[in-house]
């Protein structure tokens, strides 16, 4: 059965500086997502992550997957305000095409 | 593209009032419908999948005579919650998959369910 684990669940930084979230996951999986979710909203996808050695930029924001340490990472560069979200990480199962398994979510706040 | 709409955005009613909560795929056809219901500073929690004309299949511990889902058409999919009362009350969410996209699941706006 295929887990999914986020680190940290909270984190609160300064603007201007850099930090990683952690994505585990238990099983074999080859595609990953990242999900960003601002208060009272639904989530907004960030990246589609699908073969090892995938990275993906957008902004100050950068991700990759690494398929056999089975670890996905979502990089903060120079931290502005308006990054503050929950960010999740979520992989899907081998044998499902469409049914996601979520990490906990990784609450950040960037101070001004 | 992959459009999901979600209503309503947000409702408040008394104890033992049935709600409905309609999510639509507005420009393709979903495959798979999901909904999820969401606790404040809590991820994510599955609460049934469902495919056009057949019964849903809900997750371990969801009460299936108090979700009802009913997915008649490849374009929506309705969650009633029945008889709700205060502890009902959280953040709904519903998704949709299309077999064309590289995402396995385009999410609606969500419903905040407030019971007095």
């Known amino acids: 059965e295929l887990k999914v684990e986020q680190n940290p669940l909270f984190l609160s930084m300064q603007e201007g500086k850099n930090y990683t979230i952690y994505c585990n996951y238990s099983t074999t999986s080859d595609r990953l997502y990242w999900y960003r979710q601002d208060p009272g909203k639904s989530l907004e996808s960030l990246f589609v992550?699908?073969?090892n050695g995938a990275v993906k930029q957008e902004g100050r924001l950068m991700a990759s997957l690494d398929t056999k340490a089975r670890l996905s990472t979502l990089h903060i560069t120079a931290a502005v305000h308006d990054l503050s979200a929950t960010y999740f990480c979520a992989a899907l199962p081998m044998d499902s095409n469409y049914q996601l398994i979520w990490g906990a979510g990784t609450k950040l706040i960037i101070k001004p | 593209g992959a459009v999901v709409s979600q209503h309503p955005s947000w409702v408040i009613c008394k104890s033992g009032t049935s709600v409905k909560i309609e999510c639509r795929s507005l420009?393709?056809?979903?495959?798979?419908m999901f909904w999820y219901r969401q606790f404040p500073k809590q991820s994510l929690m599955l609460m049934a999948t469902?495919?056009?004309?057949?019964?849903?299949?809900?997750e371990q511990g969801v009460e299936k005579d108090k979700f009802l889902i009913n997915h008649a058409s490849l374009t929506l999919s309705t969650l009633t919650v029945t008889s709700a009362h205060p502890e009902d009350s959280s953040f709904y969410i519903c998704?949709?998959?299309?077999?064309?996209?590289?995402?396995?699941?385009?999410f609606g706006d969500g419903t905040r369910l407030s019971i007095l």
């Open positions: 992550l699908l073969s």
């Open positions: 998704s949709a998959s299309h077999s064309y996209s590289n995402q396995p699941q385009h």
């Open positions: 420009d393709f056809q979903a495959t798979t």
């Open positions: 469902s495919n056009e004309g057949s019964k849903a299949t809900y």
